[in-house]
């Protein structure tokens, strides 16, 4: 459960520094997984929890 808490926190921090970084920027699944290098399908497994 640690472990699932902790790469969920990767993610929103992720995405946190994304919105605040205001570039306009899109932010897709497939941006932010590759940024994590996490399998699309596994970031939307996840975020599905």
């Known amino acids: 459960m640690y472990e699932w808490n902790k790469q969920i926190q990767i993610i929103v921090d992720e995405i946190d520094i994304n919105i605040k970084k ?3 920027e899109v932010l897709t699944l497939k941006a ?3 940024k994590l290098r996490y399998s699309e399908f596994y970031m939307t497994k996840e975020l599905k929890k």
Do not use: A, P
Request: hydrophobic share 15%.
């Open 22 to 24: 205001q570039n306009n």
């Open 32 to 34: 932010l997984s590759h």
